[in-house]
């Protein structure tokens, strides 16, 4: 799944793309990419039409867009995606053939380019949602209210993180993937910031030091900053920019889908574990595994 930088590639490009633009009209081409929705296909397509979209926010991996009655009011719905393994949303010229897997389609009252929802697999969505108070001045989707801040947030808290993940009493891998202690960090970028750090990702969180904590999070913002940079991390043609660009920063990871090439650090070269039905990459040498670990 696409993990905080890939996300945030896409928000920047909505952004520019459909922020202070009227919806004109709703197609919804297949019923599972709007299941979210509780109350329907015909509602969710009733209930967009005519809405300003005032804004493209996100917290941690999530990702929604501010829905105004009219230009220059403040949202109290939003329009929440859920990119799934495979969901794109495209912002493309009205003329443009529809691609193979167009799920939604979003015109607007200026004629110009058109918001698509594409998604092969159909494990994403799109939803509309109440927002509510995000306790930091912000509003956020009322779904999402238990996702913590991510740590390139400016109101992300230092002291609170070293703190909560001192009391966890897990891995260290595992909390940085718990998205109620901190969001936006999935698999690739856990691995990496962990390479980083020269932590095992089995390391009692317990027994995290302050310092360690703080090195940690500043390896964590640095390999995010990063991949934002490059625009994200694209394995295969699924993830893209609204501009239908893949990222980049799959020519910089140093551990992951590294297996048995040799480290960058010290040349010994990098294991592949199992861990929670996925993989975990490390260095041997450079992230000793601790004699209690846990997973």
Known sequence: MPELPEVEVVR????????????????VF????????????????????????????????????????????????????HLGMSGQLLVVPRDEPGQTHL????TFTDGGRELRFVDQRTF??????PLTPDGGGGRLPLPIRHIARDPLDPLFDDGLFAAAIRARRTGLKRALLDQGLVSGIGNIYADESLWRARLHYARPTETLTR???????????????????????????????????????????????????????CGTPIRREAFMNRSSYTCPRCQPRPRRGRW
């Open 211 to 265: 310092p360690e904590s703080a090195r940690l999070l500043g390896d964590v913002r640095a390999v995010l900053a990063e991949a934002l940079a490059a625009g994200g991390t694209s394995f295969d043609a699924l993830y893209v920019s609204t501009e239908g660009v893949s990222g980049l920063f799959e020519r910089e990871l140093a551990v992951y889908g590294r297996r048995d090439l040799p480290c960058h650090r």
């Open 30 to 81: 297949h019923p599972r990419a709007v299941r979210r929705h509780e109350r329907g296909a015909l509602s969710f397509v009733d209930e967009l039409r005519g809405r300003t979209i005032s804004t493209a926010s996100r917290r941690g991996k999530y990702l929604w867009l501010g829905l105004a009655r009219d230009p220059g009011e403040a949202p109290a719905e939003a329009l929440m995606a």
């Open 12 to 27: 920047l490009g909505l952004a520019r793309g459909v922020a202070g633009r009227t919806i004109a009209e709703v197609e």
């Open 103 to 106: 799920r939604v389609r979003l």
């Open 124 to 129: 994403g969505g799109l939803s509309i949602a």
